[in-house]
């Protein structure tokens, strides 16, 4: 057993759209990701998705309207949820979702992540 510094952990990644585990717990991954621009629309059939911001403002969309979710805040978005986060700003990201959770949902893309890395 060991803490996890974010600071550190946020430090070492370098890129966008690309989530990292730093734990898991009762098959769920606890991940971390920088975001900036818009991601795909998408949705998950079966898994329910949490959104902690711990740094800058994240601006999920959803066909019906818009939540803004600010630091120290977080937004859990249903399975079957249609949804777009957005960042106009970099944002830091911790993900509390199932290890089966692919990052793109029911999209396969260039931004689908398949093999995520521990760090």
């Known amino acids: 057993m060991h803490c996890v510094n974010l600071a550190d952990k946020f430090s070492k990644i370098q890129d966008y759209w690309n989530p990292r585990v730093l734990g898991e717990l009762n098959n769920f991954a606890v991940k971390a990701v920088k975001i900036r621009g818009e991601f795909v629309w ?20 959803f066909r019906d309207h818009e939540s803004i979710v600010r630091e120290g805040e977080f937004l859990i978005v249903p399975h079957g949820t249609e949804h777009q986060p957005v960042a106009d700003e970099e944002v ?22 398949r093999e995520l890395e521990h760090i």
């Open 42 to 61: 998408h949705h998950h059939d079966v898994e329910d998705e949490l959104f902690l911001v711990v740094k800058g403002t994240l601006r999920m969309r």
């Open 92 to 113: 830091h990201l911790l993900l509390l979702e199932p290890n089966s959770t692919l990052n793109t949902g029911n999209i396969v893309n260039e931004r689908t992540v």
